[in-house]
């Protein structure tokens, strides 16, 4: 791991091996740039490994927030697996319009709130690799339109677990 400061801000930041999100890196570069008094500040693309890295660390209150942009896992192919990574962003959906298709558990140490929509052939979703499906959580349907949010919790090495709730009454 590499720690760098933006400049008159004295602002540590952590280059992870993991990666980042390029989403959340384009929104911390503009963030960087109000920073800057003089916006002359242009952030340096960081890079560990070939890929672009960024996260901020140290305590700081972020005022205001970063709108998240939901990334579409799109329609599996019947009898696929797809794995729900979190470097593709916290807020995800997939659509249920087949007979079936798995979720696998991810190797990525982050979490993903997954939101499942049923379409009109929606089947039947099984689950692999995860560690623990948390107490609490509900089942999943196929009724049409019917969406669930799978929060998946990734530990990287440690494994993945997750919970199901539905958005429906």
């Not at 709108?67 to 797809?82: C, F, L």
């Amino acid at each position: 791991m590499t720690k760098v400061n933006l400049p008159g801000q004295n602002v540590p930041i952590t280059l992870p091996s993991g990666g980042v999100n390029p989403v959340w890196f384009e929104k911390l570069n503009n963030l960087a740039r109000l920073l800057d008094p003089k916006d002359e500040y242009d952030f340096p693309v960081l890079k560990e490994g070939g890929n672009e890295v960024l996260t901020v660390i140290g305590g700081k209150t972020l005022t205001g927030g970063f709108v998240h942009q939901e990334y579409d896992n799109g329609t599996p192919t019947n009898g696929s697996t797809i794995t729900i990574n979190p470097s593709n962003g916290l807020k995800q959906k997939i659509t249920n319009n087949v007979a079936g298709f798995t979720i696998a558990a991810t190797t990525e140490c982050g979490d993903v709130e997954l939101r499942i929509i049923n379409g009109s052939s929606a089947g039947t979703i099984t689950r692999s690799g995860f560690n623990y499906n948390l107490p609490g959580g509900d089942s999943l349907d196929t009724t049409d339109t019917h969406q669930f949010v799978m929060f998946i919790y990734g530990w990287g090495a440690a494994g993945a677990d997750y919970l199901i709730r539905k958005r429906q009454a």
